[in-house]
């Protein structure tokens, strides 16, 4: 059985920075895509980061040169880390495959930025 579990979230000023972790089980993200995904109040979830198994990365354009997002395959965790926080950018956050696997999705984690 698979699961995944956001942590990491929290209230944090504009400019401010905040490292996301996915601790995965039962599966083997050495050898999946990785996304992370977000979704705001009112709108549809959003693609966010994505790391290949060969550890190519892609970010939506409005996070480029802010997120980056990375893995540990030895403890199955999967990483967003995220700089220069907007307000636009408060989501809650989740990791996934990609492209997402429907059974997979976790509860995410609250990220709020705001003065």
């Known amino acids: 059985q698979v699961q995944l579990v956001e942590s990491g979230g929290g209230l944090v000023q504009p400019g401010g920075s905040l490292t996301l972790s996915c601790a995965t089980s039962g599966i083997r993200i050495s050898i999946n895509s990785m996304g992370w995904y977000r979704q705001a109040p009112g709108k549809q979830r959003e693609w966010v980061a994505r790391i290949s198994s060969s550890d190519f990365t892609y970010y939506t354009e409005s996070v480029k040169g802010r997120f980056a997002i990375s893995r540990h395959n030895a403890k199955n965790t999967v990483f967003l880390r995220m700089d220069s926080l907007k307000p636009d950018d408060t989501a809650n956050y989740y990791c996934?495959?990609?492209?997402?696997?429907?059974?997979?999705w976790g509860q995410g984690t609250q990220v709020t930025v705001s003065s």
């Open positions: 996934n495959t990609f492209p997402p696997t429907d059974t997979y």
